[in-house]
């Protein structure tokens, strides 16, 4: 069996750690996940838990603060005046880890599918907080870290999310 590098979420400590495929630390980041708590539901506006892999890397060599929608890349930068004028939009930032449920009934497949619901590891706003729960969903990072995340893993990277756990 093949080891690999594997990233392990905690929604209580609001981090993200990635471990070597030595099971090793190699980094640590502050995130930020629903604001509504933790669950698998479409529609609930949660984060989902368990077992999932990085399906999808999308931004690669965009700029830092490039504005994403529907996994597009939308021309802008988000700037401190474009945050401003729109401070309760749903920014999705600079790179996108698109991740993919692995248990079925539990995150994959039926009305608890994590792609179809469109959880991402995603860039964030300078201005937006990280370490505390505010998403829709998604695991936000600050631009930079998630540039550092992006560039470390190769997709199908393991992707744990734990709700009461230490990362």
Same mark, same amino acid.
């Given at each position: 069996?093949?080891?690999?590098?594997?990233?392990?979420?905690?929604?209580? *400590?609001?981090?993200?750690?990635?471990?070597?495929v030595?099971? %090793?630390?190699?980094? %640590?980041?502050?995130?930020?996940?629903?604001?509504?708590?933790?669950?698998?539901q479409?529609?609930?506006?949660?984060? #989902?838990?368990?077992?999932?892999?990085v $399906?999808?890397?999308?931004?690669?060599?965009? #700029?830092?603060?490039?504005?994403?929608?529907?996994r597009r890349?939308?021309?802008?930068?988000?700037?401190?005046?474009?945050?401003?004028?729109? #401070? *309760?939009?749903?920014?999705?930032?600079?790179?996108?880890?698109?991740?993919?449920? $692995?248990?079925?009934?539990? +995150? $994959?497949?039926?009305?608890?599918?994590?792609m %179809? %619901?469109?959880?991402?590891?995603?860039?964030t706003?300078?201005?937006?907080?990280?370490?505390? #729960?505010?998403?829709?969903?998604?695991?936000?990072?600050? +631009?930079?870290?998630?540039?550092?995340?992006?560039?470390?893993?190769?997709?199908?990277?393991?992707v744990?999310?734990?709700? +009461?756990?230490?990362?």
């Amino acid at each position: 069996m093949m080891r690999t590098m594997k990233i392990r979420v905690s929604i209580a *400590e609001q981090a993200l750690a990635l471990f070597g495929v030595d099971g %090793r630390l190699l980094r %640590r980041y502050p995130v930020s996940t629903a604001a509504l708590g933790a669950g698998e539901q479409q529609g609930s506006y949660q984060t #989902p838990r368990g077992r999932h892999i990085v $399906r999808a890397k999308i931004g690669y060599g965009a #700029p830092v603060g490039a504005v994403f929608k529907a996994r597009r890349w939308t021309g802008e930068i988000c700037t401190a005046e474009a945050f401003a004028a729109e #401070p *309760e939009r749903d920014w999705i930032l600079t790179r996108i880890l698109w991740l993919s449920g $692995r248990d079925v009934g539990r +995150n $994959r497949l039926g009305q608890v599918d994590t792609m %179809r %619901r469109y959880i991402y590891l995603h860039g964030t706003p300078d201005q937006v907080a990280v370490g505390r #729960p505010a998403s829709h969903g998604c695991v936000r990072m600050r +631009n930079s870290d998630i540039v550092e995340l992006f560039d470390l893993v190769p997709c199908g990277t393991e992707v744990e999310i734990v709700e +009461n756990e230490p990362v």
